[in-house]
């Protein structure tokens, strides 16, 4: 992550929690999306995607890759244009449902990217109600 950002004030931790969720099965003739990535308000694989979560919920970065096994990258940007990235590129098994803690209080709009082998491969964008 970058540095001098108080830990105090904001913080992105990863966990890798592997929750597992088994993939649907796909139709004949749909594509499949290669990612499923959301922001929740919770922790859990029960979590549900959300737009804006409580000011003092726990709040987390949900990532799947649906095709293969690959190494993600996650960022958060912060109400006053603060920005953090997870340290280096994390594992993730194809099929396994992660989870990055997302520890602001501070209310207003925030905004999560995914990245994998350094391309965008999805944005999500929710507030921190006071």
């Known amino acids: 992550m970058k540095k001098g950002i108080s830990a105090l004030t904001l913080s ?15 139709s004949a003739g749909t594509t499949t999306p290669a990612y499923r990535h959301y922001v929740a308000c919770g922790l ?25 096994d690959v190494k993600y990258t996650v960022c958060v940007k912060f109400p ?3 920005h953090l990235c997870t340290e280096k590129p994390q594992e993730a098994e194809q099929g396994t449902l992660y989870v990055n803690k997302i520890t602001s209080t501070t ?13 965008k491969v999805g944005t999500t964008v929710f507030q921190v109600k006071g």
């Open 12 to 26: 992105l931790v990863a966990l890798a929690t592997g929750l597992v969720i088994a993939a649907a099965p796909s």
């Open 44 to 68: 859990s694989r029960k979590a549900k995607p959300a737009r804006s979560c409580p000011v003092n919920s726990k709040k987390g970065a949900f990532f799947k890759s649906l095709k293969a």
């Open 80 to 82: 006053k244009q603060e």
């Open 107 to 119: 209310p207003g709009r925030h905004q999560v990217t995914w990245f994998v082998g350094g391309k």
